[in-house]
């Protein structure tokens, strides 16, 4: 019984929950790479900065924080620019634009099914309102959704390279 409390009383609690903070904000982060609403590379950073922190910047130090900085940094804009970028080369008004940003938030109601696809299905119905034209309105949301696929692809591979570079930083 007294090694158990010797072992309870010598633990850093504060290490342990700000570990145990970090993870949850990198499992949290993992999740928001291809959910829409959550910032997944955002919270991915905050949990490595977390768990430097635990160490006091030891294990994990400032080039390896630096670095991850700089992948979030890319994240985001990749993430604000691919789906932009999509329905712009097809020609979207503000309307598909508008119809897209809805649908998304449409699609979080409706499970992976939704959150793939509903972007497109907004974009569409938000240029046909506005152009009247089937063609345009089926090239402006599949170019939506083409351009948030491939942002959600880019997002996801740089979230793993982000928990890279802290399993280097602790393992080296």
């Not at 850093?12 to 982060?29: A, K, P, Q």
């Not at 993992?30 to 922190?53: D, K, N, R």
């Not at 993430?79 to 449409?106: I, P, R």
């Amino acid at each position: 019984m007294e090694q158990i409390s010797n072992f309870i009383t010598s633990l850093d609690w504060w290490s342990l929950f700000l570990w145990l903070c970090g993870l949850t904000l990198i499992g949290v982060g993992l999740v928001g790479t291809v959910v829409p609403a959550l910032p997944g590379i955002p919270c991915i950073f905050f949990g490595i900065v977390l768990i430097a922190w635990a160490g006091k910047f030891e294990d994990i130090g400032w080039m390896s924080l630096t670095l991850a900085g700089v992948l979030t940094v890319v994240g985001m804009a990749i993430d604000w620019v691919a789906q932009a970028m999509g329905a712009k080369k097809a020609g979207a008004t503000k309307y598909g634009m508008a119809g897209a940003l809805v649908g998304t938030f449409l699609g979080l109601m409706m499970g992976i099914w939704g959150i793939l696809f509903m972007p497109l299905v907004g974009a569409f119905a938000g240029e046909l309102l506005a152009q009247g034209n089937l063609r345009t309105a089926g090239a402006v949301g599949f170019a939506s959704w083409l351009g948030m696929m491939a942002g959600a692809a880019i997002k996801v591979a740089i979230a793993f390279t982000l928990i890279g570079v802290l399993i280097v930083g602790l393992v080296y």
